[in-house]
């Protein structure tokens, strides 16, 4: 009888996705990462199948309110959010609140597509049409298919990652659509492109030169506008 009751609560550990493994030994909850995987991406692609016309910001959670990319980062939500773009960010703070801000601020559409950590939610109060997951790979998967553009603003790690699997989804035709990338902020980017082209283009030879036209490097929100409606008009 206890043999029953244990593979009882066994398989709705399993199959109940909400419920995080109490020990992460592969061999018992990997059945339970499988469930919760399947409910993320089915949820997070019906969630995405309804935008219409949609620009992704992404960029660092430390910026706060007196630095100048968060600021640039309001004036590019409201003026994506103004030419009917539906604003999608990570939901949490620094950049992506700015975001978010700026394109509720402009009564846009505000999403935040958020991860779960240890220490909470983050979500920041501007987005008004929110979802959240558990997996770092199911979100970025919702962030890569989910607009027409990628805005990126200087941040760190994730920022990086997030910057490098745009470029190279691109690249390589991963996308339904080609899409724009767009990183804002010469003084930061800059460096990063010409060791780009001068290391890994004309030295080593591992990438091609209509590769570097991939990323197009801005100062401003206008500047980033700019390209995305020009993007959307040649795609069409």
Do not use: C, T, W
């Given at each position: 009888m206890k043999k029953i009751t244990k593979k009882i609560k066994a398989a709705r550990l399993y199959s109940d996705p909400k419920l995080p493994p109490a020990k992460e030994d592969l061999k018992r909850t990997y059945r339970w990462h499988i469930s919760k995987i399947m409910t993320e991406l089915?949820?997070?692609?019906?969630?995405?199948s309804g935008f219409k016309k949609s620009v992704t910001i992404l960029g660092s959670t430390c910026f706060s309110q007196n630095n100048p990319y968060y600021k640039e980062a309001i004036k590019t939500g409201a003026l994506l959010a103004k030419n009917g773009y539906t604003v999608v960010t990570g939901g949490g703070p620094g950049i992506m609140e700015a975001a978010?801000?700026?394109?509720?601020?402009a009564g846009?559409?505000?999403?935040?597509?958020?991860?779960?950590?240890?220490e909470g939610q983050r979500i920041n109060k501007y987005v008004t049409?929110?979802?959240?997951?558990?997996?770092f790979f199911t979100r970025k998967a919702m962030l890569s298919f989910s607009s027409d553009g990628y805005i990126f603003f200087p941040g760190g790690f994730g920022t990086?990652?997030?910057f490098f699997e745009m470029t190279m989804l691109v690249q390589t035709k991963k996308l339904a659509r080609p899409v724009p990338v767009v990183a804002v902020g010469k003084e930061y980017w800059g460096p990063l492109f010409k060791w780009l082209e001068s290391e890994v283009y004309l030295k080593r030879k591992?990438?091609?030169k209509k590769d570097l036209k991939i990323i197009q490097i801005v100062d401003s929100a206008e500047e980033a506008l700019e390209i995305i409606?020009?993007?959307?008009?040649l795609s069409r």
């Open positions: 089915v949820s997070g692609f019906r969630f995405i978010n801000r700026g394109a509720f601020e846009g559409e505000s999403v935040g597509m958020n991860i779960q950590l240890p049409k929110p979802i959240g997951f558990y997996h990086l990652d997030e591992a990438v091609k409606k020009k993007f959307k008009r």
